[in-house]
Antibody, heavy 123, light 111 residues
Framework: EVQLVESGGGLAQPGRSLRLSCAAS????????MHWVRQAPGKGLEWVSG????????GYADSVRGRFSISRDNAKNSLYLQMNSLRAEDTALYYC????????????????WGQGTLVTVSS | QSVLTQPPSVSGAPGQRVTISCTGS?????????VHWYQQLPGAAPQLLIH???NRPSGVPDRFSGSKSGTSASLAITGLQAEDEADYYC???????????FGTGTKVTVL
């Protein structure tokens, strides 16, 4: 059974940092690209960042580029999102999602999602 | 503000057919990038409904179908059922943004 379990969310002050983790199991992790998607309370889905199977290609939404950094450790079946210089508008539920395909540029869609970890940025 | 535009809401009676449009541009759908569709039930994580424009993952009823033409894509739900009440999102890649984008989302209501 495929499982994606996010952790690391919580309350952070503006300007501070948080590191999200996503523990994957039930599939061959290094055969798939992975992505982070967020959803602000009562709002729609926003793609945040994605990374190819071997970390060779990655990308960011304009809203987080330069502040967030995505990485993965295939030996640990884990995906990460380092979030720096947090802003109030980063407040959202952050989902980890598994791509059907391995590459970053040719996504086949996200066929498994975690339950999300909530990030709240407030003073 | 998303570069993929969807109607905020659509509704239909049980058994009817509804369609949801996803309008993009020449840097995303019109450039040939694939479109995927997701269903998000209340309080739940999104689920992949249609991938690569018109393909249904195993377990998705054939009442759901996707198509793509030019700079737009569409999701059709035939034989609408009460359990189809949810939010629906399209997604594609945008070359001008160098990243993926979701549509604005559509709430489907079964009357």
């Amino acid at each position: 059974e495929v499982q994606l379990v996010e952790s690391g969310g919580g309350l952070a002050q503006p300007g501070r940092s948080l590191r999200l983790s996503c523990a994957a199991s039930g599939f061959t992790f290094d055969d798939h690209a992975m992505h982070w998607v967020r959803q602000a309370p009562g709002k729609g889905l926003e793609w945040v960042s994605g990374i190819s199977w071997n970390s060779g290609s990655l990308g960011y939404a304009d809203s987080v580029r330069g502040r967030f950094s995505i990485s993965r450790d295939n030996a640990k079946n884990s995906l990460y999102l380092q979030m720096n210089s947090l802003r109030a508008e980063d407040t959202a539920l952050y989902y980890c999602a598994k791509d059907i395909r391995a590459g970053y540029y040719d996504s086949g869609g996200y066929n498994y999602w975690g339950q999300g970890t909530l990030v709240t940025v407030s003073s | 503000q998303s570069v993929l535009t969807q109607p905020p809401s659509v509704s239909g009676a049980p058994g009817q057919r509804v369609t949801i449009s996803c309008t993009g541009s020449g840097s995303n759908i019109g450039a040939g990038y694939d479109v995927h569709w997701y269903q998000q039930l209340p309080g739940a994580a999104p689920q992949l409904l249609i991938h690569v424009n018109s393909n249904r993952p195993s377990g998705v009823p054939d009442r759901f179908s996707g198509s793509k033409s030019g700079t737009s894509a569409s999701l059709a739900i035939t034989g609408l059922q009460a359990e189809d009440e949810a939010d629906y999102y399209c997604q594609s890649y945008d070359s001008s943004l160098s990243g993926y984008v979701f549509g604005t989302g559509t709430k489907v209501t079964v009357l």
